[in-house]
């Protein structure tokens, strides 16, 4: 197996320096382990990022291939030899995918990354350090500051509400059906979930729904200026003003698509700048230009991660611009598996992730049971990774959701205090119930056909909790009896929230 360590930027590395972290040179002081599924497109930035780590001590890298039906095998052969390849007859999601590596990792430390995630040249040094600092004989995982790929420019946005009706107590803006940067569609790209309710509408089609002010991040290009295309209705004809820092173009020229409209005064200002623009109830689309001087901004992914006291894991700092504001570093009550270090001996005795997670929470589980064993988890400000937003998965679709809400109530089974799992656990069939109840009162006001899956995905997501409730309740019993934390004691990292 090859092993990479201050690469020459090909992958071949300078071999085995610094050795173990005891300092004595024998081997590699850690793992990195990827897991692929039809990546071919994702990897090549990763691993050339990887090989030009610079780091003073010796690293192999593993990527496990999920059965890839693209040719990801091929690519990996061919552009990066130096890789060990560990293949699957079938994908076996993130949790499986790792494990089938993890479980015969013989370095001391093993680092996870995600195949759309670009670390800066010194993310694993930095990583890897506080292993070796004082009080580090207790930290059982480090995490990192995870940052979204590309850069952003930061929008405001206000429009005047309306309610739907007494079936949706929501008050929206405008709908936004797509979002363009100098042609390009971004519309699945902008983070604006401070501004938005989600992803509405068919897969293929979706549209978002904006509330009256907030704010929503555009990924642009590092420099010059960009042209800014939206297509949106509303209830109504009204104006909406956007406005963002630094000073804007001229209005571009040139024709526009159907329906279009050119913001024809965008005043200048050095320090804000502003437009105000129409929005009817018919879609149309509105374009306007930033000037090259806008700000471009890092938007926070993740910092280490939290669980919300109903239960719900969340990603510390999610969708913030960064400031500076998570520059310490401290702990944190969970690790994000894009980016996490943890210890091979620890991660052995708690048999990695879950199998059964397949994909998602499956770090937030690990997390719970590190702590458990009486490990601290350190976020560390300096690891830097850009990963590209849902490049793997997407948020909201039917394999999110089906994954996030029952790999919650597995968690909780497993690592929480009995009330707070018995709690979330009865909670759901009963929403959903509610909300099977509220859709068909929705379709009879309308005259219309109910939306029936959401309800059926949340009735299939408990009936394969049911399943697995027996094997999760064992889980629960190992834990219990290997822990030197109580669960009761752990709860009080959960944050309100």
């Not at 604006?192 to 309710?197: D, G, H, I």
């Not at 009963?430 to 949340?458: G, H, K, Y």
Request: glycine share 8%; with cysteine.
């Amino acid at each position: 197996m090859s092993s990479a360590s201050k690469s020459n930027g090909d992958g071949s590395g300078s071999g085995a320096e610094s050795g173990n972290s005891d300092g004595n040179g024998t081997g590699p002081l850690a793992t990195v382990v990827i897991v692929n599924w039809n990546g071919a497109h994702l990897l090549p930035p990763c691993l050339d990022a990887l090989a030009k780590q610079d780091a003073p001590f010796a690293f192999e890298t593993q990527v496990v291939d999920n059965a890839s039906g693209d040719d990801s095998l091929e690519l990996l052969a061919s552009r990066y030899p130096w890789v060990k390849v560990v293949r699957s007859d079938r994908n076996l999601g993130f949790a499986g995918g790792n494990n089938l590596a993890l479980r015969n990792v013989t370095t001391p430390l093993a680092v996870l990354l995600n195949n759309d995630a670009i670390p800066e040249p010194d993310w694993l040094a930095r990583l890897l350090a506080p292993f070796d600092e004082p009080g580090g004989s207790r930290l059982g995982a480090v995490t990192g500051k995870v940052v979204f790929l590309p850069r952003f420019l930061r929008l405001t946005l206000a429009t005047p509400t309306f309610s739907p009706g007494p079936h949706d107590p929501r008050q929206l803006g405008v709908r936004v059906s797509s979002v363009t940067v100098d042609g390009r569609e971004v519309l699945r790209e902008v983070l604006w979930e401070k501004l938005t309710f989600g992803a509405e509408g068919p897969p293929k089609a979706p549209f978002f729904w904006t509330r009256g002010d907030g704010e929503l991040c555009v990924p642009v290009p590092e420099h010059g200026p960009v042209t800014i295309g939206i297509t949106w209705a509303a209830d109504t004809a009204k104006d909406v003003t956007l406005g963002w820092d630094g000073s804007p173009d001229a209005p571009t020229s040139g024709a526009l698509p159907s329906g279009a409209l050119q913001s024809d005064a965008l005043p200048s200002d050095a320090l804000q700048s502003s437009c105000t623009l129409p929005v009817t109830a018919e879609p149309s689309t509105v374009s306007f230009t930033v000037g090259a001087d806008a700000p471009r901004v890092d938007v926070i992914n993740n910092v280490g991660g939290i669980v919300l006291t109903e239960g719900y894991g969340a990603d510390r700092g999610y969708q913030q611009i960064d400031t500076g504001q998570f520059d310490n570093p401290e702990e944190v009550f969970t690790a994000c598996g894009n980016g996490m270090a943890m210890r091979t001996e620890l991660g052995q005795q708690l048999g990695w992730f879950d199998d059964d997670f397949f994909l998602y929470y499956e770090d937030t589980d690990l997390s719970w049971r590190i702590r458990s064993r009486g490990y601290q988890i350190r976020y560390v400000p300096g690891a830097v990774l850009r990963h590209v937003h849902s490049a793997s998965s997407v948020e909201w679709s039917p394999l999110f959701v089906f994954h996030t809400d029952r790999n919650r109530l597995l968690m909780l089974t497993k690592d929480a205090t009995a009330r707070t799992a018995i709690s979330a656990v009865a909670r759901y069939p009963l929403t959903t119930a509610s909300i099977a109840v509220r859709t068909l009162r929705q379709a009879w006001r309308s005259r219309s056909r109910p939306a029936v899956r959401p309800t059926l995905l949340r009735v299939r997501v408990f009936s394969s909790y049911l399943r697995l409730l027996p094997t999760m309740l064992r889980h629960r019993r190992e834990i219990g009896a290997a822990a030197t934390e109580r669960r009761v004691s752990l709860q009080s990292w959960l944050v309100e929230r």
